[in-house]
């Protein structure tokens, strides 16, 4: 006799992303208590299980939700402020210490609530259903916003007990930035199943805002609780200097002379980092964020050579201060366009990079980043039910050799028809139903007029 689900979805072209990488040509999904109970032919789950609810995807693909493993909540108001300043004038430098930072420091809670729920809406409308946040002010605002959306998320706090001309309002004494830490994490416990949507992390800006002492207390805290620790490494050739002048290392060599370099720490951007570097990240389980939209600006990160070796490496937005977009289908585009300049032009090998390899990055890699690898990344049972529903009518699916292919190469998130996060609709037919966006929307445009004038 078949047994009761909450939700099927059948008659898709299912990608699962799970060890096996099948592809499940006419497939379907069984979800019971926001869990993933079957997975397989359509002939064979619909002989097992029955529900009430179900969604005929035919044509359409189902695939995991996108995790972005690297993004700024508090800057989601700073769409477009960095260029149009710009125009005005020659701009300050460096720009996350002169712009970023001080932009942050002027929100208050409810400011950094509106920029969540604006990031968060437009995250799910384009196909991402977990967010791995950087560090930033409020973050129990940040909290709020994601259990309204439905996203599922690691929200983390700012923390900065050092550095130069940096808002007063954004440091914190050493103690009183672990003791912030601490209280984050204990009142958002992860749970082991993965069934907490929203938790939290700890979180170091960067090794130039933060004291050694900072660095080595953060990330015992977080090791005894479980969580990672979140932090910008190697991002810019003026923290390799930082380290060189204050601890005659490079930055690598400086954490893990520390003891801090594990599977504890997450390096958002790794950007310059050699195969020495590279064999660290291996030897000591450090995971990565690849943010293509502006790492290539400011060097050539081995992202693909990470992936190949086994780094817990993901994609990340770092939110939309830089060109704009949460669409982490975009950024995988640019991603992919990057590594085969990168690692395949120079050596003659136009087919250097695989569009799974990079979509790949962007489910398993960044769950694995976050630490989810068993409760997320992958459409396989016993995984939370986070699941994208790709449309294959769109006008860049028309005639396309296989559904598989458009998804690896081409689909953005204008194609996402429906989301799924815990095994419950928070995107139908391409439109948020958690939340009314239009007036999130309205009063996001009037709020950013007040705080650019801030800044500018």
């Known amino acids: 006799m078949a047994q009761r689900a909450d939700r099927l979805i059948q008659n898709a072209h299912v990608l699962t992303f799970d060890g096996e990488a099948r592809v499940i040509a006419d497939g379907a999904i069984a979800i019971k208590d926001g869990v993933i109970v079957d997975v397989g032919a359509t002939s064979d789950v619909t002989s097992r299980w029955h529900s009430d609810k179900r969604t005929y995807a035919s044509g359409d693909i189902l695939m995991p939700g996108l995790v972005d493993a690297h993004l700024h909540t508090a800057q989601t108001l700073m769409r477009g402020v960095i260029p149009q300043l710009a125009t005005r004038g020659a701009l300050r430098v460096p720009t996350w210490r002169e712009y970023l930072v001080p932009f942050e420091a002027n929100l208050s809670p409810e400011d950094v609530e509106l920029s969540g729920l604006l990031a968060y809406t437009a995250m799910l409308q384009t196909g991402t259903t977990t967010f791995f946040e950087a560090g930033g002010p409020h973050p129990e605002s940040m909290a709020s916003a994601a259990w309204a959306t439905g996203i599922r998320g690691a929200v983390s706090q700012n923390t900065m007990d050092g550095g130069e001309r940096i808002p ?103 950007i310059l980092v050699d195969d020495d570097d590279v064999d660290a990240y291996v030897r000591h389980g450090v995971s990565a964020a690849h943010c293509a939209k502006g790492n290539y600006s ?65 489910t398993v890699g960044g769950a694995r980043a976050m630490a989810l690898g068993d409760s997320a990344g992958s459409l396989a049972i016993g995984k939370r039910a986070d699941i994208v529903v790709l449309r294959t009518d769109g006008p860049d699916a028309a005639a396309y050799a296989s559904p598989e292919i458009f998804a690896y190469e081409c689909a953005t998130g204008r194609d996402v028809r429906h989301v ?37």
């Open 168 to 270: 007063s309002t954004m440091r914190m004494t050493t103690d009183e930035a672990i003791a912030r830490n601490i209280e984050l994490v204990e009142a958002l416990p992860t749970a082991p199943d993965g069934s907490s949507r929203v938790t939290g992390c700890m979180s170091l800006r960067q090794i130039i805002t933060s004291t050694p002492e900072l660095v080595r207390e953060i990330h015992r805290e977080a090791k005894a609780r479980g969580v990672k620790v979140h932090t910008h490494l190697v991002e810019g050739t003026y923290e390799i200097d930082f380290a060189l002048e204050r601890f005659g290392k490079r930055p690598i060599d400086h954490l893990i002379d520390e003891g801090v370099f594990d599977e504890t720490l997450h390096g958002a951007h790794s």
């Open 420 to 456: 799924l996060v815990d095994g419950e609709m928070v995107v139908k037919d391409g439109e948020v139903v958690t939340v009314d966006v239009a007036e999130i929307r309205a009063r996001a445009a009037a709020r950013q007029k007040e705080l650019v004038a801030l800044i500018a």
């Open 298 to 362: 400011i060097g050539t990160p081995p992202a693909l050579r990470m992936w190949r070796r086994g780094v817990a490496i993901g994609l990340g937005t770092d939110g939309v201060a830089t060109l704009g977009t949460l669409d982490l289908f975009q950024v995988g585009m640019l991603a992919r366009v990057g590594q085969q300049h990168a690692e395949a032009t120079p050596v003659h090998n136009r087919n250097g990079v695989r569009g799974e390899e990079i979509l790949g990055m962007a």
